[in-house]
């Protein structure tokens, strides 16, 4: 990254936050997934990305059986400002609203908890995370301002031209 670049600002979405701080997560979305998140959490300690959600993730995450340690570590990546929590704010509302209107006109459903993860990524410009399905399926897509919407990738390496 150069004096002049920016962090990558990635969200996170809730399902990003549990596949981290639960270890048996890995079985389920795979070793590729996982080490993705870990990068981006290290890239953010170190000041390289910008992790940001949803205050609503607070309440899908802390509402999951956690561990007391894995807990800790959620409610510590915020204080320590690796992860930066964005509330619920009139803009970020209004644009929920319109997603949620745009996809009905397309004859889609889009829920008003995931219109407000998606509007307030796309508020803060922000590459969405997401091992939702349903979710995957707006990426890049008019509905929601060409948002991208992916499963967690890992930075590829800056490989020598040949």
Known sequence: MSGTDSPKIIY????IYLAWLIPQQEQVYGAEALDAIRQSAREAFERKAT??????TFVEVL???LTDDAERLFRKSFRSLDHTVHDLTPPI???AR???QNAA???RSLKTPDAIHLATAAIYKAEFWTFDGQLLGFNRDEVVDFLPVRRPIAAQPNLPLT
Request: with cysteine; proline share 0%; glycine share 4%.
């Open 63 to 65: 509402s999951a059986s």
């Open 51 to 56: 992790i940001i959600t949803s205050a609503l």
């Open 12 to 15: 996170w979405d809730a399902c």
């Open 98 to 100: 319109d997603f949620r």
């Open 93 to 95: 509302a209004m644009k």
């Open 105 to 107: 006109v397309k004859g």
